[in-house]
């Protein structure tokens, strides 16, 4: 299982576009990237997913590169609401269903 | 709501009662899977149960048993629990444990050993 890093903290303002970026130097080329979001005490919650290139949901966008060994999960425009930590994961499809959390990145958005 | 509810919410108990956690998921899904999450450490995996057979055991101790009596429900069975067990319990559920299913949490169990 990759090991990924992130920026153990993050601060931002309401209105801005916040950009966290994974490192994942030893992608595999089976594995997804993954990332979940965690309110205080409350379980993660998926956010998005994706393989290679860029994808877009109603919550966010997820940009890897060519070379896969980092992402970016971009959230535009946060809110107060966004402050949260944030987590990235990869894995592949036959790890039978071990997620292995890192510390995350903890988003801190000021009014 | 996640589909995954979790029950109870909180729960304080002596090293010495026997008490369980309940996890019920509505989602259809046929993984569930028991994580411990301490106080500023990162999500610890401890079992994974696949059409009710449990498919991964990540060295617990053996004074926390499983059991998954249907693909909807996963119990946690704790005994003689220790000072150090204290943390939030989260259950979830996937689609398969393929490791590109998402896995949908419930809001946890919060322990606290007396």
């Known amino acids: 299982l990759a090991k990924t890093t992130q920026p153990i903290s993050m601060d931002s303002y309401e209105g801005q576009e916040v950009n966290i970026t994974c490192s994942h130097n030893?992608?595999?080329?089976?594995?997804?990237i993954t990332w979940y979001q965690q309110f205080p005490s409350q379980g993660p919650r998926f956010i998005i997913q994706?393989?290679?290139t860029k994808v877009t949901n109603e919550v966010a966008s997820l940009f890897i590169p060519a070379d896969r060994k980092s992402s970016t999960l971009s959230l535009p425009r946060v809110s107060l609401s966004d402050t949260a930590v944030y987590y990235c994961?990869?894995?592949?499809?036959?790890?039978?269903?071990?997620?292995?959390f890192g510390q995350g990145t903890e988003l801190s958005v000021k009014p | 709501e996640t589909g995954v509810t979790q029950t109870p919410r909180h729960l304080v108990m002596g090293m010495t009662n026997k008490k369980s956690l309940k996890c019920e998921q509505h989602?259809?899904?046929?993984?569930m899977y028991w994580y411990k999450q301490s106080a500023k450490k990162p999500l610890e995996l401890m079992f994974v149960?696949?059409?009710?057979?449990?498919?991964e055991n990540n060295s617990v101790p053996s004074r926390f048993s499983p059991e998954c009596p249907n693909s909807s429900h996963l119990f946690l069975h704790l005994h003689t629990l220790q000072p150090e067990d204290s943390a939030l319990y989260l259950c979830?559920?996937?689609?398969?444990?393929?490791?590109?299913?998402?896995?949908?949490f419930g809001d946890g169990t919060r322990l606290s050993i007396l």
């Open positions: 994706g393989y290679k």
């Open positions: 989602l259809g899904h046929n993984a």
């Open positions: 979830a559920s996937s689609d398969g444990t393929f490791g590109n299913q998402p896995q949908h």
């Open positions: 149960y696949n059409f009710k057979e449990q498919t």
């Open positions: 994961l990869v894995g592949e499809e036959n790890q039978g269903g071990k997620l292995i």
């Open positions: 030893n992608i595999a080329t089976n594995d997804y």
